[in-house]
């Protein structure tokens, strides 16, 4: 009878210390930070990974001392295993391991920002594309026409076609993915602004209003003058004025342009030479914004065919005549 019970009460000892420690495990695995750096932990759920994976990994990356099974017997226990979402997540100081499942789970992965902006080429966009090791590499040709061709757009000459824009995109986002949405958000951007446009403008397709306005976007940063560049451009298409504007030749010059414009320039002849040809240019120039639209197919009214930089705050005078706009020249461009 004695050894029966010295035997339940070595039972019982046995049992309350195993608690004890259990206990214990718990309440560090439940409260315990991970260790991660100041400025936090940045963890890639793979597609197809499962909780025993990432645990072994929090693991084997050291950001926890205590056994790579607790996380996954956690996860067995709650049924939350199976709830965890592929992304790449960053886990803030501080985080437990508990945490870092629920953060696993909520799907809340990590959004980077892309900015393309105004007036820069298309295959100044490609390249930058290329150049930003976030995104996923697909496009073995990073030439515009070849870039055309992989995004399933063959017949569409590409310059002007994307939209200058801040886009959200998270890891895994290919180089195809992020262009197709650029092109995507111009072809909904100038479909919209065509149905508005102003009446009796000299544009008969909407691809001639971007490439309008792909000129405005690189005569003009100032907001408030594409509108009167637009009433000039128009004026002129309409009386049969050649454009006359250097941007169009610059484009036409291509990698041959070394920053001077010289007067040679002006009087050789290529496609995209306004001074040489009457019209527009046969494609855009440049990347246009939301509001070069806009000012495109919203021109302003007046007289005036002309305008010359003060050299001011990248400012323009705008004259009605020639005489007058001869005059700003001598007053802005030669200082006479």
């Excluded at 205590?66 to 226990?77: F, K, M, Q, S, T």
């Excluded at 809340?108 to 594309?129: K, N």
């Excluded at 009457?278 to 021109?299: D, Q, Y």
């Amino acid at each position: 009878m004695r050894l029966f019970v010295k035997v339940v009460l070595s039972l019982i000892v046995v049992l309350v210390v195993t608690l004890a420690i259990a206990w214990d495990q718990y309440q560090k695995f439940m409260t315990t930070p991970l260790l991660l750096p100041e400025q936090g932990y940045v963890y890639t759920v793979t597609s197809g990974s499962n909780l025993q994976q990432i645990s072994r990994d929090v693991h084997d990356a050291e950001l926890t001392r205590l056994p790579a099974e607790y996380l996954r017997i956690y996860g067995r226990l709650t049924n939350k295993a199976h709830l965890i979402k592929a992304g790449q997540y960053r886990i803030e100081p501080q985080t437990t391991l508990p945490q870092l499942l629920d953060l696993l789970i909520t799907g809340e992965v990590i959004q980077y920002a892309f900015t393309i902006v105004e007036g820069i080429t298309a295959q100044q966009l490609i390249d930058m594309v290329a150049n930003d090791e976030r995104f996923t590499k697909t496009l073995m040709d990073t030439s515009l026409p070849a870039v055309m061709t992989a995004l399933e757009l063959p017949s569409n000459h590409g310059e002007g076609e994307f939209a200058p824009e801040t886009y959200h995109f998270t890891s895994g986002t290919t180089d195809a993915q992020i262009l197709s949405r650029a092109h995507s958000l111009m072809t909904i951007t100038l479909e919209e602004a065509w149905k508005n446009k102003a009446e009796n403008l000299p544009y008969k397709t909407p691809y001639e209003a971007l490439i309008m306005a792909s000129i405005i976007e690189k005569e003009s940063g100032i907001a408030e003058e594409r509108t009167q560049i637009a009433g000039v451009f128009v004026r002129r298409l309409e009386m049969g004025m050649r454009l006359q504007t250097d941007p169009t030749v610059i484009y036409g010059l291509g990698a041959s342009f070394d920053g001077n414009l010289r007067r040679k320039d002006l009087t050789t002849d290529t496609t995209y030479n306004t001074y040489t040809r009457n019209g527009l240019p046969p494609t855009p120039i440049a990347l246009p914004s939301k509001e070069s639209i806009e000012a495109a197919l919203h021109p302003q009214t007046g007289k005036s065919l002309f305008f010359v930089a003060t050299g001011h705050e990248g400012r323009h005078i705008f004259s009605a005549t020639l005489a007058d706009h001869n005059k700003a020249v001598r007053q802005y461009q030669l200082k006479q």
